[in-house]
């Protein structure tokens, strides 16, 4: 747990009611709550920390209900304890001994100023006090992180850091706080209007590298601590705090980098990826031309093609030329003063990472029974008809397995993340206006945590 994260239980507790050690057998009643606050939600029995004295005490029932975060154990072995949190327009009556005060039976909102949330596999607890907001019921919410958020679409100024809600892994998910996020072009379209407006406000970023922090209940081979990183579904943002990661999106972090180069990796090396072997089909001894080697999908796509055993031949501006033989490169062009179909010879597959005028014109270049394979248009299926070839447009899906294969080609040395540059979270909006504007060779990373 992270010094940012400990925080003081606000109302102060008998000395005399020590909690017992870890393990000790203690909570034996019953919580009487209604059942439609309790439906759905696990009330199996959770280890937490006493931040309070430093000792472990074992809490038996946490759950998220309607209108934020309830917390209430009944014992008959520890009285008169203040750890309790409510919720909604009245506190949670509870009879006989219980974590309320001397004289009440009732718990109070007042009583503790700590969130808490649970991992089973892992025990451990992420305890936070402020942030804590009351919603127009005068409900207690959840703890809050920080966050980049937008509420509405427009340029980089409407990027904001702000607190947001404090995610919750379930089942075979993982929360795993972020050390580095990266910035990826489908962040500033979706910013520019190509998101939807019923998900605003929203959190961009779909690269993240980091630790793990708590566990789902199925994440049991897992422990605090373990770096990972991960290529997010889009709904949820990376560029944030802490985020909640699928077992289908993230592989173990390559151990060669650190973590601003691993965030640099998923979405555009799995892009990559997926267009060279999954679409392209890619094999060795093949022929590939890949348009934009330079940037954040082709200096990867470069390197994973060279690995595969292929001849690679790439289009990028004149001073990458030199950055495109360093990544393994057999011919580099310069597209503003080259024509490629007049270098480059027939291809087996072209890597449209460009699309317009280049895709219209990398037909010449296709070998009868080729393919274009674009991340950004469809190719033409007329010209594609005239080529003997074929033409496919796709977008990257996480994938955990091709994620750890590019994870151990990096720590193999056969591939390397380049990052231009690296801006501290709350300048997310800078970064974002630097991708869009700048002539960027490979990545721009956020860092979120040291």
């Known amino acids: 747990m992270t010094p940012t994260q400990q925080r003081t239980l606000s109302a102060s507790h008998n000395q005399g009611d020590r909690p017992p050690s870890r393990g000790a057998d203690l909570f034996k009643g019953d919580v009487e709550t209604s059942g439609s606050d309790l439906a759905n ?75 808490w949330t649970h991992a089973p596999a892992l025990r451990m607890p992420v305890a936070r006090g402020e942030g804590e907001e009351k919603s127009r019921h005068g409900s207690t919410m959840m703890a809050t992180m920080k966050a980049v958020r937008i509420h509405e679409f427009g340029g980089p100024d409407v990027l904001s850091l702000e607190d947001a809600p404090f995610p919750q892994p379930h089942d075979d998910e993982v929360l795993l706080k972020v050390h580095a996020s990266s910035v990826n072009p489908v962040d500033y379209k979706i910013r520019s209007g190509g998101g939807k407006k019923d998900q605003l406000p929203m959190t961009l970023g779909r690269d993240v590298s980091g630790t793990v922090e708590l566990c789902g209940t199925r994440a049991h081979t897992l422990k605090k601590g373990d770096p990972f990183y991960a290529m997010l579904g889009p709904d949820r943002g990376g560029q944030a705090e802490y985020v909640v990661v699928k077992a289908i999106e993230m592989a173990a972090k390559p151990q060669s980098v650190d973590h601003l180069h691993a965030a640099a990796v998923p979405l555009a090396a799995l892009t990559a990826w997926q267009g060279l072997f999954d679409h392209g089909a890619l094999t060795a001894g093949q022929r590939v031309l890949i348009h934009g080697g330079a940037g954040g999908v082709g200096h990867f796509a470069v390197q994973l093609a060279k690995a595969k055993g292929a001849f690679v031949a790439t289009t990028v501006a004149g001073e990458d030329l030199e950055f495109a033989r360093s990544l393994g490169a057999d011919q580099a062009i310069d597209y503003k003063n080259e024509r490629f179909e007049d270098i480059v010879g027939k291809v087996d597959l072209v890597f449209d990472l460009v699309a317009g005028e280049t895709q219209d014109r990398s037909w010449a270049v296709v070998k009868p029974g080729g393919i274009i394979v674009s991340t950004l248009a ?28 590019i994870g151990r080609l990096i720590d193999e040395g056969k591939v390397r993340p380049h990052v231009d540059a690296t801006f501290p979270l709350q300048e997310a909006a800078a970064a974002e206006a630097w991708l869009e504007n700048k002539h960027v060779r490979g990545k721009i990373v956020l860092e979120v945590a040291p």
């Open 41 to 115: 939600h696990d009330l199996t029995q959770r280890r937490a920390v006493w931040i309070g004295s430093k000792s472990k005490i074992d809490l038996p029932r946490i759950w998220q209900a309607e209108r934020g975060l309830r917390l209430a154990v009944r014992s008959s072995a520890w009285k008169r304890s203040p750890l309790a949190m409510t919720g909604g327009r009245s506190s949670r009556r509870l009879r006989g001994p219980c974590l309320a005060s001397k004289n009440s039976d009732r718990v109070e909102p007042s009583a503790i100023s700590a969130v």
């Open 378 to 405: 469809e190719p033409s299926i007329e010209s594609a008809r005239k080529a003997g070839a074929s033409g496919i447009h796709y977008m990257a899906k996480p994938n955990a397995a091709q994620l750890g294969e």
